[in-house]
């Protein structure tokens, strides 16, 4: 899937929010696009759309999610022989 916003057109505003949208329902090629979209602005010092800064906000203010492992209660003979 291939994403191309121009940044200067008048309809930037509808494309960000339908890739933003993209992006939340899952896409990984919406959120890569829309990330590197930011930093290459970002890079160039160019003016950053609202509603790109709002959504790389939203990206980098998610918790952090949990790592696959056995959970705390599951190990709990492991961790009392290694507290005794």
Known sequence: ????????????????????????AGSKEADDFLRNMFTEQTHR??????????????VLNQPIKARPG??????IAANVTIAV
Request: charged share 20%; proline share 5%.
């Open 70 to 75: 056995p959970k705390n209660a599951s190990n």
């Open 45 to 58: 010092n160019e003016e950053i759309s609202p509603f790109l800064k709002t959504y790389i906000a939203e």
């Open 1 to 24: 899937m291939q994403f191309y916003v121009n940044s200067t057109g008048a309809g930037e505003g509808r494309k960000l929010l339908f890739l933003m949208a993209v992006a939340r």
